[in-house]
């Protein structure tokens, strides 16, 4: 009898399983005490497939798994068979070489990823005779800087070789591959005028019905794919895991474009990320010193 006794008490392989361990069957458990609150279930994290294409033409891949924009990268060349240093950058939902569509540090849950892939390498001689060329770097964090914008009459903007969306490769034989954009916006600041330099650019590969465009992207910082407010994103993190969060308010992009603003016209560059993190900063400081002390933080990070 009592060796009967003990084969009833072990669960069936098939039983209800807590945390590993088996549970006896027909055994409920004890309800919450009075006043506390039931325990919620976890909630289930839903799996993150991103549709993918080479901008200047593809069959369809799909992504998933990467916490940031390197894993990304990874995950794309992968798909498609290239290394991941071919990508220059990415657009959202458009295969064109255009700025207001650039993928910065958060994607729509919907979003389609075209990546922008390394086309013909060029060099040209620029004479620095004002003090600012008139181009706006950023990069697509995995080492690549490329421009962004070209303010109109500029010195830049009247050599027709140079284009939105060439990446900066060399200045004057001098790579600059893994450089962050703000080391290269400094370079190109502290060149001395009068005297010739040269930019080896490498433009980012076509489809025939790209070919000849060149495009000068808006002083405004884009959306950056990100969804409308109430929509989740997922927020690619300079530092630390990827977040799925809900997409930033009207008010908080409002303020992200205008600190967006201020880096172009003190620093040269343009970096969402970095401006939508320096808005969260601000929203999280109690006051004003405590706000320095996050922000330089912040720019470690990025740094």
């Known amino acids: 009898m009592r060796r009967a ?17 088996g549970q006896e069957p027909g ?20 799996r993150l497939v991103f549709r993918t294409q080479l901008a200047h033409g593809s069959p369809t891949g799909r992504i998933e798994g990467f916490t940031n924009v390197k894993e990304l990268y990874g995950k794309i060349a992968e798909v498609f068979s290239i290394s991941p240093t071919e990508i220059l950058f990415c657009t ?19 979003d389609f990823i075209f ?7 060029k060099e040209v001689e620029v004479t620095k005779t004002e ?72 433009q980012p590969k076509k489809a025939f019905d790209m070919i000849g465009q060149r495009t000068r992207s808006s002083s405004k910082c884009p959306p950056e794919g990100r969804a409308s407010s109430g929509k989740e994103t997922l927020r690619l993190r300079a530092q630390g895991l990827a977040t799925l969060q809900e ?32 808005v969260e900063t601000a929203k999280r400081s109690p006051g004003s010193a405590a706000l320095a002390r996050s922000l330089d933080s912040v720019l470690g990070e990025f740094a």
């Not at 409920?28 to 909630?43: I, L, W």
């Not at 060439?166 to 502290?190: F, P, W």
């Open 115 to 121: 990546a922008h892939v390394r086309g013909e390498t």
């Open 92 to 110: 959202l939902n458009t295969h064109k070489v255009d700025m207001q569509k650039l993928l910065g540090g958060q994607i729509g849950l919907e």
């Open 5 to 21: 006794g003990r084969r009833g008490r072990q669960a069936p392989e098939d039983g209800p399983m807590e945390n590993g361990v």
């Open 131 to 202: 003090d600012a060329l008139g181009l706006t770097i950023t990069d697509n964090g995995a080492g690549y800087a490329f421009i962004k914008r070209i303010k109109e009459g500029s010195i830049i903007n009247r050599i027709q070789t140079v284009c939105v969306g060439d990446s900066i490769e060399a200045i004057n034989d001098h790579t600059i591959v893994g450089c962050r954009h703000y080391e290269v916006a400094r370079m190109l600041r502290e060149l001395p005028r009068a005297q010739p330099f040269t930019l080896r650019l490498v």
């Open 27 to 46: 055994v409920p458990e004890p309800p919450p005490a009075e006043g506390t609150p039931a325990p919620q279930p976890p909630r289930a994290r839903p």
């Open 247 to 278: 997409g930033p308010s009207a008010l908080e992009e409002e303020a992200a474009r205008r600190v967006d603003d201020l880096l172009e016209s003190y620093m040269g560059i343009r970096d969402c990320e970095l401006a939508a993190t320096m």
